[in-house]
């Protein structure tokens, strides 16, 4: 299928595309319609966020800096989101912590950015998608509200106990019980303004709802910790210069990465861009850091584009297709075409599972999805074994986003076949 004919597609009359092929070694377009005009990226804009993150983080992430004195231990926080997150085991930070012999006193000085990014959709408050950003994040920023039923069996008859109700971890903010007798789904609703929690019973035998927490800052952070470390940590507003502060690190960066970049968490992108703000300004804080890059790393961008927060939440964010090629060539150039296809999902893995099962090891890309809007941009390795870099960006398509995709997955296949 060529490029005319996915334009043509029934599915993208009443739509906005943009389509850019770029042959690095030719350093020249095989293809490019509306190269240069703005599109919503939706989960594209992980690519800059990955870009800033490989730039300035480093080898390791910065689990937190510290300083030491006769009497107390401060704490300065990086923004590691993998802080007492399920997904890691280990945890340094944590370790020093709980060895810690003196006060803690933990300061957000470094903290100059909002908990929700510009132009997020209020109403998201609640889902696990729009956790919450902040200077310490814990446990992803969420809370896990669990109801589970014990069953006994007696012959052939089942008994349901009355369910059981907790959090992962223990919290002790306020819950209120719903009664909803027609209601067949555990569901918890937090009110919008507290850490306050509303759940609803279900008919599930188990049943697990994520639902992000008030970060007030660090503050949020300091209660729940309290628990785990076994003692208190006092809030304090302190900046320390870097020179004075030692530095524990938690984990490999591309084990921040591959699941942010597989699985689109918004979560771990909106703190990795805060984080390189943190490393390459001193401070957090996504228009700085965002400022920053377009003015020195990125300046070479084709189109300078309008970007707003690290995961692509927002639909403020406006990128062109020719932005990621450039991007994509970039990356592949300054820490290598192996790193990059090793971060990012290919054919059957990843936000690609439903898709480009045959090519799996020939692709290697980032999606992106909201209402109304379908990117891919990323590698290509033809069949004759030549590397293509490509953007799709689609825009207030009609229909259904997985038509959008599968017209996508047919014209990357045919393009791949050509070349």
């Known amino acids: 299928m060529a490029g005319r004919d996915l334009l043509q597609a029934p599915e993208l009359h009443a739509a906005q595309a943009g389509i850019s092929i770029y042959d690095p070694t030719a350093s020249a377009y095989l293809f490019n319609y509306q190269g240069d005009k703005y599109f919503i990226p939706a989960s594209n804009t992980k690519l800059f966020t990955t870009y800033a993150g490989l730039k300035y983080l480093g080898d390791s992430l910065v689990g937190i800096r510290y300083q030491e004195s006769d009497t107390a231990l401060f704490l300065a926080p990086s923004g590691d989101p993998s802080l007492l997150h399920p997904a890691y085991v280990s945890q340094p930070v944590i370790d020093f912590l709980q060895h810690a012999r003196k006060p803690v006193y933990l300061s957000d000085a470094n903290w100059k950015d909002r908990p929700l990014g510009r132009g997020w959709a209020w109403d998201d408050y609640n889902d696990d998608y729009a956790a919450e950003r902040s200077p310490l994040p814990v446990y992803g920023n969420t809370i896990r509200w669990v109801q589970e039923k014990q069953k006994t069996t007696a012959t052939d008859e089942t008994f349901e106990s009355t369910p059981s109700f907790y959090s992962i971890p223990e919290v002790d903010w306020p819950v209120r019980f719903t009664t909803d007798s027609g209601s067949r789904s555990f569901s918890v609703q937090r009110e919008r303004n507290a850490n306050v929690f509303h759940i609803t019973e279900g008919k599930e035998k188990y049943k697990a709802q994520d639902v992000p927490f008030i970060t007030d800052g660090a503050a949020s952070a300091a ?83 309008f970007w707003v927060d690290g995961s692509g939440l927002s639909r403020n964010d406006l990128f062109t297709p020719q932005d990621f090629v450039w991007l994509l060539d ?24 439903g898709y480009y099962k045959q090519d799996s090891g020939a692709i290697f890309a980032k999606t992106g999805t909201l209402s109304g809007v379908v990117a891919l941009s990323g590698y290509l390795i033809t069949q004759k074994n030549r590397l293509l870099i490509f953007s799709i960006l689609v825009n207030n398509y009609t229909g259904t986003a997985s038509a959008i995709r599968r017209k996508i997955e047919k014209f990357v ?6 070349y």
Do not use: W
């Not at 390459?280 to 890059?293: F, N, Y």
């Not at 296949?413 to 050509?418: H, N, P």
């Open 223 to 305: 209660i729940l910790l309290k628990d785990t470390v076994g003692r208190s940590i006092a809030l304090v507003h302190r900046s320390f210069p870097k020179s004075a502060l030692r530095i524990i690190h938690s984990r490999p960066v591309d084990s921040l990465f591959k699941p942010m970049l597989y699985h689109s968490d918004n979560f771990f992108a909106e703190q990795t861009l805060l984080m390189a703000s943190n490393e390459r300004l001193g401070i957090m804080s996504d228009a700085r850091i965002i400022d920053t890059l377009l003015k020195t790393d990125l300046a070479g961008l084709p189109q300078r584009p």
């Open 330 to 353: 970039k990356m592949s150039s300054e820490f290598g075409l192996v790193r990059m296809k090793a971060l990012l999902p290919t054919g059957g893995a990843g936000t690609l599972s």
């Open 413 to 418: 296949q045919a393009l791949r076949a050509k």
